[in-house]
């Protein structure tokens, strides 16, 4: 018997080398600080709370909500990961502005890991004692459920400045954007579910594409070593172009060496 | 030795996601089985939360029922509605009696499908407010989406064309997101792994 399963060698040693990079990348960013170009979404974060402090009109935040529960098991876990580190980027500089800050989610066994990342947020900003768990709002994991109640939220709380970012359901998405667009929000968008994303580039004011997602936590940290991981995500996709250019040339001369590797 | 208070979580994160991760790709039978343990205790924990979530839905909205908030007798009326589909519930034979299936069919599945609704008229009010040809690439966005139309309506004979989009244009751009999404996760993996995502619960 093999000790790998079958049909699953390639994606090992894709993995495995695309890890090597982030490894190597991370350490030599230690000494040598990558580049990496800024994003215009990460970047008006201040500006997108900055307008609803000014107002006196609260921040809603929510890490998506695709239905279901249990997502921090699956393919997802990824987004709503990436998805946390710019609720606690977004829920730290409210504190700062102190600007009402609403959090609303659908999965219920991320109720705790988000009260303790916002309460991390403003115990960073020096303002533990505005922390209360009134926050963090679950509704249900049930889509169109959790899309009533933050409608209801959107117009009832008059918000201001309205981010989503991560797993939606591409429903959703559109409603939910749609309905914070028609109460006059400042918008912050992203997801990296491509049939989702065209909803948020076209209402948002601001918004996070595919990879911008999972590089998010990454680039507000400003660690060089979590720098470093993004410049080897960046070698890891010349070496995927490179496949897909020897790919298209083998298939099309007949040489089917590049299928037969990804096969193995 | 002695460990941090935070490096516990770390080694636990380190040691359980590479296990789940060895589970997937090696044919060795402990691995596998410790592999199944991990994400039964995740499922275990997920499954919990729901009562958890649902204990943290009475308190918030009793919270605003009591504070005599404008909307209270929304927030009361959520309240009954959700006491009564517990007990409903619980009825025998649970999760699949008559009053359960009375309620999901004519109650639950009526208002789903008028909010579903609402994304039809979300889109239509999106397009209307921005679909404007104030720049060169915003003109381009404009004609591919007409186009994109004249195909799903099959109007003027334009369907080629649109399809062509479909195919060619819409689709490579799609798989290029979703591969760039799976290497950004590989890497977000190793940050997660290692500990360096410091976004999520741990003290900076």
Known sequence: MSLIVEGKLAQLLLLLTFSALSFYFMNRAKTKPPYIRSIAALEAIPEVVGRAAEMNRPVLFTPGAKEGWGLMLGKYAGQIISAFSVMGYVAEVAARMEAPLIITTAWPETQTIIADVVRNAYRRAGKEEAYSSDIIRYWSPLEYAYVAGTIGILKKENVASFIQIGPPSSGNMLILHETAAQCGCMQIGG??????????????????????????????????????????????????LALLVLGFFTVNLGIPWIIDFLKM | MSLKRAEIPMIITLVVGLTILAGNFFSINLIKDASSMFIGWGSSLAAFSIFYGTFSLFIFFFKQVNAKVPDRMLYAWTLVVLVITIIVGLIPPMGSNEWLNWVLFYVRAPIRSTLGGLAG????????????????????????????????????GLEPIGEWIYNNVMVSGTRA????????????????????????????
């Open chain 1, 191 to 240: 997801t990296a579910r491509g049939d989702a994303l065209p909803f948020p580039a076209l209402i948002c004011d601001y918004v996070l594409m595919g990879e911008e997602c999972m590089t998010a936590g990454a680039m507000l940290s400003g660690d060089n070593s979590q720098l470093g991981t993004i410049q080897g995500s960046d070698f890891a996709r010349y070496i995927m």
């Open chain 2, 177 to 204: 997101i979703i591969i760039g999404s799976g290497i950004g996760t590989i890497a977000l993996g190793v940050r997660t792994l290692l500990g360096t995502e410091r976004g999520v619960g741990l003290k900076s």
């Open chain 2, 121 to 156: 008229l979300s889109i239509m009010s999106a397009v209307y407010r921005s679909m404007r040809a104030k720049s060169f690439e915003a003109s381009i966005f404009m004609l591919g989406c007409i186009l994109m139309i004249f195909r799903n309506a099959q109007l003027f």
